[in-house]
């Protein structure tokens, strides 16, 4: 079984719900899809063995038959063609991979060059988990190419906890896609309940089943319950707004490290997730 787990905004308590369900839950593999900015090692205390290269394709300029192809770089959306005399200045950091300059330019004024988009690492954590995580490179835009070469480190057959980046994006939707259920992580407030509804339409184009944790729960803001229940999505978990909590997740340490009383909690939530 794969199990993502994605929310709306950083810093809403998605990787501390995916380190803790995974610890609860081991032996599984856990991959940080967040490859912005990885911090599961943080609460799984992964030492890491293995760092390898994510090379992409991107465009190089040559003048080979010396005809310019200005039309190139009007098709590129994101800047990383431009125009200039004759010649076409490539800007490979901005490159997203969609491959319509070189469909633009057949007569091989730009060919394909090798781009280091990140890393992958692998390492091993604390109770028996398999991590896995990704880390693009600085300036980079290769986040899903980052993201796939992620998950092509899954073992097959093995349960699998996806940590997915923020937001609705491009990268969420290649975290999640293939994934057999989909936990979200919100909060109670209206921002969340924003935030949630665009997570459930993103669920809805993949096509991927998915349940709720309501994170900091009992401020008194009942909109998440109103909708979920409006929507018949079911709340799987809730986390409470607590300050030894905050300060616990603050120092890397997941919910069985805080309290033992939440393994059975989250082998719970896992048994949940499966029968869903």
């Known amino acids: 079984m794969i199990v993502s787990v994605a929310g709306g905004k950083g810093g809403i308590g998605k990787t501390l719900v995916a380190a803790s369900l995974a610890l609860a839950n081991s032996p599984l593999q856990f991959l940080d899809c967040d490859v912005e900015e990885p911090n599961g090692r943080i609460f799984l205390r992964a030492r890491v063995r293995k760092a390898e290269p994510v090379s992409v394709a991107v465009p190089r300029f040559r003048r080979w038959k010396g005809e310019p192809r200005p039309e190139a770089a009007e098709f590129c959306r994101y800047g990383a063609l431009a125009a ?7 800007f490979p950091e901005l490159c997203v991979g969609c491959g319509g300059c070189f469909l633009l330019c057949p007569d091989g004024t730009l060919e394909p060059v090798e781009y280091r988009a990140g890393t992958v690492k692998q390492a091993v954590a604390r109770s028996g988990v398999g991590f896995v995580a990704g880390e693009l490179r600085v300036g980079s ?36 896609r293939g994934s057999d259920f989909c936990l979200l992580v919100t909060e109670p407030t209206p921002f969340g309940l924003h935030d949630l509804q665009g997570s459930r339409e993103l669920l809805e184009i993949l096509g991927v089943p998915g349940g709720v944790v309501i994170n900091r729960s009992g401020t008194g803001y009942g909109g998440i319950h109103d909708w979920c229940r409006e929507e018949d999505i079911p709340i799987l978990e809730e986390i409470p707004f607590d300050r030894k909590l905050a300060a616990a997740a603050a120092r890397g340490q997941t919910l069985p490290d805080l309290d033992p009383d939440w393994t059975p909690r989250l082998k719970q939530l896992w048994e949940a997730v499966k029968r869903l």
């Open 84 to 90: 200039v005399g004759e010649e076409l200045l490539v």
């Open 141 to 176: 835009q290769r986040t899903t190419e980052v993201i796939r070469a992620v998950k092509d480190r899954r073992e097959p057959g093995r349960d699998t906890v996806i940590d997915c980046p923020p937001g609705c994006g491009r990268p969420v939707m290649e975290a999640i």
